[in-house]
């Protein structure tokens, strides 16, 4: 609970001090809070779905039309409009309603500009406008197309924020400004995002549905094809998503810059931007492509240059001409604004009171029974006008076909109005028009122009009254207003023409997509015995400087690149992957790859090579069960690795061995040194399993395996570094089958049970 005061001499206190009432806090602050929400989004950040404007907006444009700012009348001051809106109708800060005036007038900012501006208004590099005392503005065509019709009771007004004066609830708005301009903002627990789009496709879109009001959204989608950009671009999102967006009224759309390459002579290039996403300041998207640059993370591009004049041109230079400008595109579209989201959320006032996401056919609905109520009151209110003029004409005749008794009654009665009421059965305004009317207007010329008149008059009264009463009529009349607009802002038109295309982003594999963000450089990749790895740079021949921990020594080093995957096999069966940019550096003695990779405790490192997606690996256990598996298939995505060879029990696995192109048998050796050569196409290839046995064994398991190409014979090196081949004709005696035994190896095979001797 809480207190309140009420001071002194207010209600019916009369209590020096005031009186303290208890006030539930919950209450008060809910009742205060939900004012507060509604105020804003009523009236600050939710366009009104007819005229697409929030209050500021409207009130600029009403403001500039009370000064007679029109299309073609001489600019005025900024600050003279500014100081209307919020002296009479908006009472907020001058500089914010100065900001939501200059964006009206910013080309790059508004599909269709609303305000003219004279003098500096921003750019899309991101600069400020001038002070508002420095620049000038008038009204466009656009502004006067949604005020049109304002002075014949189009719409309601209502009082002022002081009551002083009144302002208009909703604009007519003849042209569709919701969707041709957008709008965004923030509101309570709300907030609307809607992109600009072409004002040709929306007209075609409401003929339709004037035509067609069951027309599906599918048949709305082939004549509004998706947003349009006053800064053009080219939108990536797939037609389903964009669909699904405009059914929902939720969603987004993905707009990248639009480039081509130059060719700068002698082999080299550069490419070119000519158009960037919507509502990204030129300034800072240099700025974060430079910094990209400096930090390494774009190895692609050498150079950035802003070479822009009133068109955007921004010039990227490759590192060297053998880069593929497909590929270092999309690195800068994934790393920088050149590719950018740009949200579809249609949340508006719905009739001008519920906050509510409506998708593309209601708010075309909702524009177009806006036109049709703004029709009916202006045809009511030239109905009004008329009948008033012709009520008029009609006591004018009379006095036409009487002239002489009217000025009889006129020079010698002494109350003419009410004896000529009373002559000839006249109405008060008709009387008093003619009491008014001058003496030259009683030339028989003038007579004839009346009567000329009222025909006239009376033929536009029966067509106003058949429109009022046909449906089918107003929307036919509301119809050829909107095929009026179509022509005004047609393909054909300079601000017309459609601005932002579509295409389907192009698919680079995702190799080459981590290659392009990773700078090529060469390393060594060092691995000791107890399982630490390092990466030298550059390639290294000599390794006997190579300084490792205590009681540990080299195992395997071999050359590769940055962009390289390092693909570790462990004792377990499990396949692990390494970024070669990401391991550590040379200077120590590295890091444990335990640290790197979740491997078990009681697994150990078996293999560790460069991957090669191309090759073919043969993985066994040590009791001698395995298959051959493409090496594309062994990535792993995690740290928990790809468990690609199920061990059993007690067993372990043993071999990871490269096999050969056109390898066609397998050559075999146990630790009992028994050796066995039987074909390679008795092994099967497969992604995940067990295996199938390849040797027989009594005692201990496989020692080592060498596929080769039997036209070429086996080869392998003694104990003493002598190279041995053998013929298949020679090697008759060891062919068999998989899983059978063998026998003792040929004479000279190395002791060590391997083929390399290691």
Known sequence: MGQRVIPPGSGDDDTPGGEVLPVNLREALEERYLAYALSTIMHRALPDVRDGLKPVHRRLLYAMRELRLDPTAGFKKCARVVGDVIGKYHPHGDQSVYEAMVRLAQDFAQRYPLVDGQGNFGNIDGDSAAAMRYTEARMTDVAALILEGLDEDAVDFRPTYDGSEDEPVVLPGAFPNLLANGSSG?????????????????????????????????????????????????????????????????????????????????????????????????????????????????????????????????????????????????????????????????????????????????????????????????????????????EILGGLLVAYLNLDEVIRIIRYEDDPKADLIKAFALTEVQAEAILNMRLRNLRKLEEFEIRKEHDELTKEAASIRELLGSDDKQWKVVAHEIRDIAKRFGPDTPLGRRRTTFADAPEHANEDMKEAMIEREPITVVVSQKGWIRAMKGHIDDLSRLDFKQDDRLKIAFKAETTDKIIVFSTGGRFFTLEASKLPGGRGAGEPIRIQVDMDQDQDMLAVFVHHPDRRLLVATKASRGFIIAESEVVAQTRKGKQVLNVAVGDEARLCIEVPPGSTHLASIGDNRKFLVFPLEQIPEMQKGAGVRLQRFKDGGIADVKPFVGSDGLTWTSSSGASFTRSLAELKEWLGNRGDAGRLPPRGFPASNRFDNG
């Open 186 to 390: 923030i509101a309570v627990g709300m907030a609307t995002s809607i992109p600009p789009h072409n004002a040709y496709e929306l007209c075609q879109a409401a003929l339709k549905l004037i035509a067609i009001p069951d027309t599906p959204i599918e048949a709305l989608m082939e004549l509004v094809q998706g947003p349009d950009f006053p800064t053009g671009g080219i939108i990536v999102e797939s037609r389903a998503a964009i669909l699904e967006a405009y059914r929902t009224g939720r969603g987004g759309f993905r707009v990248r810059a639009r480039w081509h390459q130059e060719e700068q002579g002698r082999g080299t290039w550069v490419v070119i931007v000519t158009e960037i996403p919507y509502a990204v300041a030129k300034s800072r998207l240099i700025e974060k492509l430079a910094d990209l640059i400096n930090d390494k993370k774009l190895p692609l591009v050498d150079d950035i240059r802003d070479e822009s004049a009133e068109d955007v041109r921004i010039v990227i230079v490759p590192k060297s001409r053998n880069v593929e400008p497909g590929l270092m595109m999309e690195s800068l579209f994934k790393l920088s604004e050149l590719e950018s989201r740009v949200p579809l959320n249609m949340n508006v006032l719905s009739r001008g009171q519920v906050p509510n996401v409506l998708g593309l056919r209601d708010v075309l609905k909702e524009w177009l029974e806006h036109r049709k109520d703004v029709l009916v009151r202006r045809s009511t209110h030239r109905l009004q006008q008329i009948e008033k003029r012709l």
